[in-house]
């Protein structure tokens, strides 16, 4: 209990410490299309108890044409079922930063796109604050489920300087898609 404790203090502190930029020339509308969720990590609680059942999704990213960006997930159940959820991410003053409201979990997301090959990945660094508490969450998307091992390396590397613990850094299983709603 005390190195969850110690975990989530470290990764408070170092969200008040670190300060990730978006990618410099980001293009919003070469975000559009469907992305697969290869990655994830967080030192928060609910990640650390339920990575270990975790598994691929996708996202389908659909620019708007005041600059917003709309994100559908979907991750695929054991039971067949299917797992959905959408944001709207509302542009800020900062290309490639977008802010929006999770209702489920009432959290407010500060959300920025680090790194992103239009054709190949992108690296979501997001900011998740709630009841004054704060932690990281960083994202692997991929065009295809497949990825390099230097790119996985890559993400490790930057969950790590963001102060992720190795633990909680996951590259996830491969898992089907969802039939279209």
Not at 18 to 29: C, H, R, S
Not at 69 to 91: F, I, P, V, Y
Not at 101 to 113: G, I, Q
Not at 145 to 170: C, H, M, Y
Request: charged share 20%.
């Amino acid at each position: 209990m005390m190195l969850r404790i110690m975990g989530f203090v470290l990764c408070a502190t170092l969200v008040a410490c670190v300060n990730v930029t978006p990618q410099k020339d980001f293009n919003l509308e070469k975000m559009s299309g469907k992305w697969w969720m290869v990655g994830e990590a967080t030192n928060a609680q609910w990640f650390v108890s339920r990575k270990a059942n975790m598994k691929m999704g996708t996202v389908m990213m659909t620019p708007s044409t005041a600059g917003d960006l709309e994100l559908a997930c979907n991750n695929l159940n054991a039971d067949g079922s299917c797992w959905r959820m959408t944001h709207l991410a509302q542009k800020t003053d900062t290309p490639g930063r977008f802010t929006f409201t999770t209702p489920r979990w009432n959290s407010e997301n500060d959300m920025r796109v680090v790194a992103v090959q239009y054709e190949d990945f992108a690296l979501i660094h997001t900011i998740k604050s709630k009841n004054r508490e704060t932690c990281v969450l960083n994202k692997l998307l991929s065009r295809t489920p497949e990825v390099s091992a230097a790119l996985q390396e890559k993400f490790r590397q930057f969950s790590l300087d963001t102060g992720i613990l190795s633990d909680n850094i996951a590259i996830l299983p491969k898992n089907g898609e969802c039939a279209e709603a």
